[in-house]
Structures are given as structure tokens and as C-alpha cells.
């Protein structure tokens, strides 16, 4: 069974940082790019940040660039997103994304709710 779990949201300060996690399990990891994405309310989702399947590069949305780092531990199959310098505008719903290095196949973790505020 494929599964992708996201953790680590919560309550954060602005200024202050805090780190996903996004556990997967039932698919070929190590093959697949990983990528952060988030919705906001009354927003479309929009792309966050992606990591290639062996971790060798990197892109994130201007929004988040500098502030921002994704990194993936293929042997514990698990995806990172470390946030640094939150605003309030980064306020929004985080989902973990997985996306197969050699054709169309992509999964969706549910989401952890991130909310920046003082």
C-alpha cells in the first residue's frame, strides 16, 4: 500500500523555523523525485520546493528561496522540508508529493497544517 505521511506542522513564529517530515512507504523511493507543495485558504496549491531521487538537486519557489531546505534520506525513505525565517504568509496547508524519475506516476501525502503567527 502506498503511503506517504506527512509530519512535523504546528504553530510557528514569525521569525522562528520549523521541519517537516514526510515518511514513504509502499513504492520505489529511491526512483522517485520528491516535491513540497501548499494551499492556503482560498488559494490554489502552489509549488514549494523539489528534490531529484538520488538528492542531487534542488528548486524551490521564489517565495521560499534562502529560507527554505528540502533534503531526502533515501535509506529511511523520508523527505525533509527545514523552514527558517517563517512568515506569516507561509501560512498554508504542506503536501508531500512523489513523483516517479521515468513516467507519469505521482503520489499525494493528506497534508500537515502549518500556521505562522505571533
Known amino acids: 500500500q502506498v503511503q506517504l505521511v506527512e509530519s512535523g506542522g504546528g504553530l510557528g513564529q514569525p521569525g522562528g523555523s520549523l521541519k517537516l517530515s514526510c515518511e514513504a512507504s509502499?513504492?520505489?523511493?529511491?526512483?522517485?523525485?520528491m516535491k513540497w507543495y501548499r494551499q492556503a485558504p482560498g488559494k490554489e496549491r502552489e509549488f514549494v520546493a523539489a528534490?531529484?531521487?538520488?538528492?542531487?538537486?534542488?528548486n524551490y519557489a521564489d517565495s521560499v528561496k534562502g529560507r527554505f531546505t528540502i533534503s531526502r534520506d533515501n535509506a529511511k525513505k523520508t523527505v525533509y522540508l527545514q523552514m527558517n525565517s517563517l512568515k506569516p504568509e507561509d501560512t498554508a496547508e504542506y503536501y508531500c508529493?512523489?513523483?516517479?524519475?521515468?513516467?507519469?506516476?505521482?503520489?499525494w501525502g493528506k497534508g500537515t497544517l502549518v500556521t505562522v503567527s505571533s
Open positions: 509502499g513504492f520505489a523511493f529511491n526512483i522517485y523525485h
Open positions: 508529493n512523489a513523483v516517479s524519475a521515468y513516467d507519469s506516476v505521482n503520489y
Open positions: 528534490v531529484s531521487n538520488v538528492g542531487g538537486s534542488a
